[in-house]
């Protein structure tokens, strides 16, 4: 892509420089403050989602308490910018598409026709402008700090001509909606051969790979049928409560279960919620099978069986187990994580508490192949899944390269890096 035939220098010094038509003028210039309260609370309760912007709070993914009254709420109104006051050093502005109401916290504004809105909302959620709000809020820590509206405007933005912003916002939505059409595709793609592999999980693990094999019913309602010299027991006859304290160890491995993988975590990072102690960790060891129970009322969407292949420490608020001999620790593994895909936890403890724990779990109902064969579907699903999870990381990189991508070019098109929309002769700032 071209660059403009000449630049010059803005006058301020982390924004750089500048289309030479351009000019840089504080946001004061650009926007004004609507400080309009509503007296009747009467209106469309409007929140904030960085994934689709300022829309009513009842179509957010998760629905927060509904205030009792919206007495007091600030108005917007349809085409208003929207600030998340706590969360600038996100980027999360966006402009609204209703006349609402929004939270106190929130700060709205309107144009003074001189610029685009649109072009501003591009504009301020790119690196360099969210590193600016960042530098620019107050408060007792990120997370907590606000930008506040008299430092806003204080910040100098890129300023090209009327018509050039409104050409360089149509420019990316054309762009940006193709490069979002492309991503979606990808990512269906990528859900696609996620359910599939976990379906071959659930298939061989439930029913083997012999095709021709004799069944029998299981007993087990999510099971159903297994092959005949299949044995069916409960999770006590399989494996055992693995728990050694890390209190007197001081084991300095860090693990944690993440999407149903045992991760490695960095001990002494800042960031996260950590302890000021790790005494009271458990140890686990390679082979051992990491359940996290808690929560099962309100997250249906986590993974939560691991596998551990090292040895390290982990919070003890998870179930370690270890499968007895007999029992191969990667087969238990693949079928507790079967079971965890079809959220047969949620219906244990009478399907109203909010954890399990292993007097409870330990009546889980399963089944257990010969080892000779438990070690066969091992090795299948591995072979299977090395393919399956090869062909997902190449769809996640491209996936990741093209967000990236569209970052990029909006940051470029908007701060006059490139030249999408060449000045039209005569054009006033």
């Not at 205030?67 to 998340?84: C, E, F, H, I, P």
């Not at 007197?248 to 149903?260: I, K, M, R, W």
């Not at 000021?276 to 009322?297: C, H, K, M, P």
């Amino acid at each position: 892509m071209k660059k403009y035939e000449s630049y010059k220098d803005s006058d301020v010094g982390w924004i750089g420089e500048i289309p030479s038509h351009w000019s840089c003028v504080k946001v004061k210039h650009l926007l004004r403050e609507r400080v309009d309260k509503s007296e009747d609370g009467i209106g469309e309760p409007l929140s904030m989602s960085q994934k689709y912007g300022l829309i009513p709070t009842s179509q957010m993914d998760v629905v927060p308490n509904l205030a009792t009254s919206y007495v007091g709420a600030k108005r917007t109104r349809q085409g208003d910018m929207v600030l998340n006051k706590l969360k600038a050093h996100l980027g999360v502005f966006a402009l609204s598409a209703y006349d609402g109401l929004v939270s106190p916290d929130y700060a709205v504004y309107y144009g003074t026709g001189r610029a685009d809105l649109e072009y501003l909302e591009y504009l301020f959620k790119t690196p360099l402008y969210v590193s600016e709000f960042i530098k620019k809020t107050t408060g007792v820590a990120i997370g907590f700090n606000r930008l506040y509206t008299d430092d806003l405007f204080s910040i100098p933005a890129h300023y090209p001509p009327m018509q050039e912003q409104k050409r360089i916002v149509d420019y990316l939505k054309d762009k940006t909606l193709k490069i979002e059409q492309y991503v979606s595709a990808r990512e269906r793609e990528r859900e696609l051969l996620d359910s599939l592999k976990q379906s071959e999980i659930a298939n061989v693990v439930t029913k083997g790979l012999n095709p021709n094999v004799r069944m029998k019913d299981s007993g087990i309602p999510w099971i159903g049928m297994i092959p005949e010299h299949w044995e069916t027991r409960t999770l006590s006859q399989m494996a055992r409560v693995h728990f050694i304290s890390n209190k007197n160890v001081h084991h300095q491995n860090l693990l944690s279960l993440s999407y149903g993988k045992i991760v490695c975590k960095d001990i002494n990072t800042t960031e996260g919620l950590l302890p000021a102690s790790f005494d009271n960790y458990q140890i686990v060891e390679d082979g051992n099978i990491v359940l996290r129970l808690t929560d099962l009322q309100n997250d249906h969407k986590s993974l939560r069986v691991g596998l551990s292949t090292q040895e390290g420490i982990i919070t003890s608020a998870y179930l370690a187990i270890e499968a007895f001999t007999g029992i191969l620790p990667k087969y238990l593994y693949f079928l507790l994580h079967s079971i965890d895909v079809k959220k047969v936890f949620y219906s244990m403890g009478n399907g109203l508490r909010q954890s399990l724990n292993w007097t409870e779990l330990r009546k889980l109902k399963c089944i257990v192949p010969p080892i000779f064969e438990q070690q066969v579907i091992v090795d299948y699903i591995e072979a299977k899944l090395s393919k399956i999870d090869s062909c997902i990381a190449d769809l996640q990189a491209e996936i990741d390269y093209l967000k990236e991508f569209k970052q990029r070019l909006i940051s470029d098109v908007v701060t006059g890096q490139i030249c999408v929309a060449e000045p039209q002769k005569g054009e006033q700032q």
